[in-house]
């Protein structure tokens, strides 16, 4: 059974293994448009680990048997912007 809750900062892990299996997918079907940025999976963590101390914004989880098997986040403010460090 799947099941949503809010994402916890012990999620960004799974969440950023998840976007990193994606974007190696992408890469492989469009390798310039695509092609993965040399600390995106670090600057992506950082990013959603924002994300989760914004009021006016939801990272939710999906599991299945304890294990994230999806993420999403949405925003009710402007679109969000960020830079990494």
Do not use: C
Not at 54 to 75: H, I, P, Q
């Amino acid at each position: 059974m799947t099941t949503v809750r809010r994402a916890v900062e012990s999620d960004l892990d799974s969440i950023g293994a998840l976007a990193e299996m994606k974007r190696i997918q992408y890469e492989a079907y469009q390798p310039v448009f695509h092609r993965r940025a040399a600390n995106a999976l670090k600057d992506h963590k950082a990013f959603l680990k924002t994300l989760l101390t914004r009021d006016n914004t939801l990272l939710l989880v999906a599991e299945e048997d304890r294990r994230v098997v999806g993420f999403v986040f949405v925003s009710d403010g402007p679109p969000i912007s960020w830079t990494p460090s």
